[in-house]
């Protein structure tokens, strides 16, 4: 009796600091009228936001006030309209605006509409997309992307893939595959030789390191003179490595450099790997869905004959940030590489019937991706897509034509996908510091961005046309702003 009475006494003083307790966690499930009153703000903003891109500003160099956002977090929550204001004027003002269709500079991004809904979506739900077993549906979404562009970038059946957070993760992936596939060990590392470019992305030198390949011998290989990889000299390299009894096992090419927007002859470098059985790998992370392209796939069609492949929806497909992916052409190298057992995941492993992105990637829960990629694409349709890359292309060809023809401006070269270089060349100023100058002013009008580069000493300023917004009006301003700019520099300098 003594015993049930104690009992029950702690029992209910336990009742009592819970419900205090659920009191206050409930302040985490705002009720029906909160919801939507947050949600109308933020529609709002949104539409505010969307609103003004087009005769807003793609880059704003005022960010004095962002400290603001440093205030500490407190105990109570703050109101909601002073909260979204901050975001508004500390987050979606300053810095570069990738929506923007006056966003050259990079590789820019997008951000469709329909790919926030998604988003939106997915977070209310918040469905586990790492194992099947767990939502069948959104994995099942993820591999059909999966075969999709399997199918475009024309691997085989046995080619599989993983939607990552991005190029960088997903050309680390790659890199791990190819690691195991190609039995790289400590005993063997150091006479194993990896072949890259000085025009592979940086995010590839950073990924040997991530997967321990740093002890390997990395060839930087020459390049031609319009900064693509020389396939005679790296066959060369390659047989007077294998001489020497080193170990040629990877060679990374690039299907749009970041800086030229080139692409590297991925044919001939295919053919010469697959002599010396090296592991190729393609990042085509800026030019890989120019495969949607008529005008283009033709000079992107060899990807096929890789082994690995980069591609990034959040470039190319226009997505927001946070969407790279990677394909391997034999799935069995990548489930190699990243297979796992776990105990408390034996439920999951005994109904699998599709492959799980868990199984395939680094990730075991994961955001679920997929469904940013998959909406507009089923809200579009593919002809928008490849209309808008098209559209793209011919941008690019017509800012050429104009730029050349402008007094003492010279390119680089014709664009081979949506990426110009270019430069003024000033009667008597130093070109470098000119042209620095120049890009300066235009930062400042911020109507437009774009972006410079040095090559071999030279100083370039670059347009890289890849957002859905940017049309011809975008790319008759820039012109407009730098035939102006150029008067404004040089009237700087001869200081009128
Ligand atoms: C953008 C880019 C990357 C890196 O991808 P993130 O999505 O930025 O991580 C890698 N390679 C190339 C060629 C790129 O253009």
New binding site residues.
């Given amino acids: 009796m003594h015993i049930i009475a104690l009992y029950l006494s702690v029992v209910n003083a336990l009742i009592k600091k819970i419900n205090k307790l659920e009191k206050v966690a409930l302040l985490l499930e705002p009720g029906k009228d909160t919801r939507k009153s947050w949600h109308k703000q933020v529609s709002e903003i949104a539409e505010n936001f969307l609103d003004k891109l087009e005769n807003g500003k793609a880059y704003d160099q005022d960010s004095s006030h962002i400290n603001l956002l440093k205030q500490p977090f407190t105990e109570e929550g703050m109101l909601s309209s002073k909260i979204f204001g901050d975001i508004v004027n500390y987050v979606d003002k300053p810095g570069i605006n990738p929506a923007s269709g006056g966003h050259l500079g990079?590789?820019p991004g997008g951000g469709l509409y329909a790919s926030a809904l998604a988003d939106y979506w997915v977070n209310v739900t918040n469905r586990y997309a790492g194992i099947s077993f767990a939502n069948p549906g959104a994995v099942k979404i993820e591999n059909e992307l999966i075969r999709w562009m399997i199918r475009l970038v024309g691997y085989p059946e046995t080619a599989w893939g993983n939607l990552a957070?991005?190029?960088?993760?997903?050309?680390l992936i790659a890199i791990v595959a190819a690691r195991e596939a190609k039995g790289i060990t400590p005993e063997n590392i150091r006479k194993s030789v990896i072949y890259v470019s000085k025009q592979?992305?940086?995010?590839?030198e950073k990924a040997f390191r991530i997967a321990g390949l740093q002890y390997a011998i990395t060839r930087t290989l020459p390049l031609d003179e319009k900064l693509k990889i020389d396939p005679v000299r790296f066959e060369e390299i390659a047989e007077d490595d294998k001489k020497q009894g080193l170990i040629p096992f990877l060679m990374v090419s690039?299907?749009?450099?970041?800086d030229a927007g080139v692409i590297d002859p991925i044919d001939v470098l295919s053919e010469i790997c697959s002599r010396y059985a090296i592991w190729h790998h393609v990042?085509?992370?800026?030019?890989g869905f120019f495969l949607l392209a008529k005008s283009l796939s033709s000079s992107l069609e060899a990807i096929n004959k890789s082994d690995s492949v980069?591609l990034?929806p959040?470039?190319g497909l226009f997505l927001p940030?946070g969407?790279?992916v990677v394909l391997v052409k034999s799935r069995t190298h990548l489930k190699n590489a990243f297979h796992y057992e776990a105990n408390y995941m034996q439920d999951a492993t005994e109904v699998e019937t599709e492959i799980s992105p868990a199984e395939v990637s680094p990730e075991l829960t994961k955001h679920f991706r997929g469904l940013r990629m998959w909406l507009p694409l089923r809200l579009h349709g593919i002809k928008a897509f490849r209309s808008a890359l098209e559209e793209k292309c011919l941008l690019t060809r017509y800012f050429y034509e104009k730029i050349s023809k402008l007094n003492r401006f010279e390119t680089f070269g014709k664009p081979e996908l949506t990426v110009v270089m270019f430069r003024y060349i000033p009667v008597s100023h130093d070109p470098n510091a000119f042209n620095q100058l120049l890009a300066d002013e235009i930062h400042r009008d911020g109507r437009i961005f774009i972006s410079t580069t040095t090559i071999n000493d030279v100083h370039w300023l670059r347009v890289a046309i890849l957002v859905f917004r940017t049309h011809l009006k975008t790319i008759d301003l820039t012109l407009q702003l730098l035939a102006e700019k150029v008067i404004l520099v040089e009237n700087k300098i001869s200081g009128c």
Avoid: E
């Fill in positions: 990079y590789i957070s991005g190029g960088s993760i997903a050309n592979t992305h940086h995010s590839v690039t299907a749009g450099t970041t990042d085509a992370a800026y030019g980069v990034d959040h470039k940030y969407l790279g």
